[in-house]
Nanobody, 125 residues
Framework: EVQLVESGGGLVQPGGSLMLSCAAS????????MSWVRQAPGKGLEWVSS????????YYTDSVKGRFTISIDDAKNTLYLQMTSLKPEDTAVYYC??????????????????WGQGTQVTVSS
């Protein structure tokens, strides 16, 4: 059974940093295509970042480029999202997701088939 468990969310002041983690199990993490997606209050899902776990290609939505970094730890089967210079508009529930298809571009990975439960990030003074 595929499981994705996010952690690391919380309340942070504008300009602060957070590191989100997504612990993965139930599939071969070392050959996967993974994404971070967020949902702000009252809004729809917004793709944030993607990467393959077996090659270093990474992709980001424009609003987080230069501030967020997606990474992995193969030994821990964990996906990370390092978030810096956080803004109030980054406030959202953040989800990690596994893609069905190994096709990722600057708009995300195709066919997100498994999702975690999400972790809340609130950026406020």
């Amino acid at each position: 059974e595929v499981q994705l468990v996010e952690s690391g969310g919380g309340l942070v002041q504008p300009g602060g940093s957070l590191m989100l983690s997504c612990a993965a199990s139930g599939f071969t993490f070392s050959t996967a295509a993974m994404s971070w997606v967020r949902q702000a209050p009252g809004k729809g899902l917004e793709w944030v970042s993607s990467r393959y776990t077996y090659i270093p290609n990474t992709y980001y939505t424009d609003s987080v480029k230069g501030r967020f970094t997606i990474s992995i730890d193969d030994a821990k089967n964990t996906l990370y999202l390092q978030m810096t210079s956080l803004k109030p508009e980054d406030t959202a529930v953040y989800y990690c997701a596994k893609a069905k298809y190994h096709y990722c571009t600057g708009r995300g990975c195709s066919g997100l088939e498994y999702w975690g439960q999400g972790t809340q990030v609130t950026v406020s003074s």
